[in-house]
């Protein structure tokens, strides 16, 4: 007897019958269409991990009568979490206004109107966005006028990184909002 309450995985598993291309009930709120990947949640842990002990540090100080050190290594703790926050955040998401690009340290969002397409092409891409390149493949957005977004999906990201059928299921359900959405 599978317990459904327990998964991830069971909206997805009640209308795996229905096959919609566009699993979402909203389509005005913003969602990513996939989950985070375990490189990137990992990664969100360290992060979350190390900002523990600059906050323990940070209550050590002040015990130790410096406030104004306390109070600039718990800033630093801060820091430290909203980086793990917001690395979580990373990727596209999507709702009926437009597709939302979320990057480190910038968000660009499009209207679906100036989208030309979305689609996937091999191309050399980043390994865990690190400066080295392998060769892979990319979900390249395509604005009407101007130049395409940086690629952020990508079979070799953090969120899909020895998960190639996660990749594909992203690159569908995505292509699947832009071929809905641009007209």
Do not use: K
């Amino acid at each position: 007897m599978p317990l459904t309450f327990l998964t991830a995985d069971r909206d997805l598993d009640d209308r795996a019958a229905e096959s919609a291309a566009l699993p979402h009930d909203e389509p005005d709120h913003w969602r990513r269409p996939y989950r985070p990947g375990p490189w990137r949640v990992g990664a969100a842990a360290v992060f979350l991990l190390l900002a523990s002990f600059v906050l323990l540090s940070a209550m050590i100080i002040a015990l130790a009568g410096s406030l104004p050190g306390a109070l600039a290594v718990a800033a630093i703790g801060a820091l430290v979490i909203a980086l793990a926050l917001r690395l979580l955040r990373v990727g596209i998401w999507v709702s009926a206004q437009g597709l939302r690009q979320v990057n480190l340290l910038q968000t660009t969002t499009e209207p679906w109107s100036t989208v030309a397409s979305v689609r996937t092409r091999q191309q050399p891409v980043r390994w865990l966005g690190l400066p080295r390149t392998v060769q892979g493949q990319a979900l390249i957005v395509e604005r009407r006028q101007g130049t395409p977004l940086r690629a952020v999906v990508t079979d070799h990201s953090g969120d899909f990184l020895a998960r190639p059928e996660a990749f594909e299921q992203a690159a569908d359900v995505l292509e699947a909002w832009a071929a809905e959405y641009c007209a």
